[in-house]
Nanobody, 123 residues
Framework: QVQLVESGGGLVQAGDSLRLSCAAS????????MGWFRQAPGKERERVAL????????WYADSVKGRFTASRDNAKNMVYLQMNSLKSEDTAVYYC????????????????WGQGTQVTVSS
């Protein structure tokens, strides 16, 4: 079992930056691929950014490529999402997830979820 707790969400203006953090506890953190997902009102949950166990490989949704950066610190059991140039369409609840990636990082399958943190971007 892995417990995940997100933090860092909030209300910002378009063009601002935010850094989300996810603290993991439980099983060995470095054994899990990690991901950031988001869900806007009335929409399905979508993948935003994925990061491999080592942190070397990443995957980003086209909508955030070039603006968001995922990173992790396995020594601290932390994963981060740096979000720059935020847009109103980035407004959503952001979830941290831990799971496996049997193939490339893009195949990451979440097994554990955090409770989510709200990000609201005003235009």
């Amino acid at each position: 079992q892995v417990q995940l707790v997100e933090s860092g969400g909030g209300l910002v203006q378009a063009g601002d930056s935010l850094r989300l953090s996810c603290a993991a506890s439980g099983r060995t953190f470095s054994n899990y691929a990690m991901g950031w997902f988001r869900q806007a009102p009335g929409k399905e949950r979508e993948r935003v950014a994925l990061i491999s166990m080592s942190g070397i490989r990443t995957w980003y949704a086209d909508s955030v490529k070039g603006r968001f950066t995922a990173s992790r610190d396995n020594a601290k059991n932390m994963v981060y999402l740096q979000m720059n140039s935020l847009k109103s369409e980035d407004t959503a609840v952001y979830y941290c997830a831990a799971g496996s990636s049997p193939g490339t990082i893009a195949t990451m399958r979440p097994a554990y979820w955090g409770q989510g943190t709200q990000v609201t971007v005003s235009s």
